[in-house]
Nanobody, 115 residues
C-alpha cells in the first residue's frame, strides 16, 4: 500500500513563497505520475501540477510561471515550490501518485494566502 507523507504549507502574505514536500513509501516506477492537486472550500479538487519520472511536467494555467514541481527519483519525493502566491491559491493541497488506474493521496496540507 502506497503512503504519501506531506510536509510544509502554512500561512503567507500575498506575493510570498511556500514549499510543499511529499515522500512516497514505495519506489517510483517509470510509468508513475506524481503531482499536486488542491481543493478550495466549496470547490472541486483540481490539478495544480504533475511530473513524470522522466521529468515532463504540466501545470494548471493559473499557476504556470509561478509554481514548479521538482522531483527526486532517488528519494521518491516530489515538491511544489510556490512563488508569487495569491489569495486565490488558498486551498488544501494534496500530493498524488498515479500508477495505472490507481491513485494514492497524501493527507493534505493547508495553504493560506492573506491579502
Amino acid at each position: 500500500q502506497v503512503q504519501l507523507v506531506e510536509s510544509g504549507g502554512g500561512l503567507v502574505q500575498a506575493g510570498g513563497s511556500l514549499r510543499l514536500s511529499c515522500a512516497a513509501s514505495v519506489n517510483i516506477f517509470s510509468g508513475d505520475l506524481m503531482g499536486w492537486y488542491r481543493q478550495a472550500p466549496g470547490k472541486q479538487r483540481e490539478l495544480v501540477a504533475r511530473i513524470t519520472r522522466g521529468g515532463t511536467t504540466n501545470y494548471a494555467a493559473s499557476v504556470k510561471g509561478r509554481f514548479t514541481i521538482p522531483r527526486d527519483n532517488a528519494k521518491n519525493t516530489v515538491s511544489l515550490q510556490m512563488n508569487s502566491l495569491r489569495p486565490e491559491d488558498t486551498a488544501v493541497y494534496y500530493c498524488n501518485l498515479a500508477r495505472g488506474s490507481n491513485n494514492s493521496w497524501g493527507q493534505g496540507a493547508q495553504v493560506t494566502v492573506s491579502s
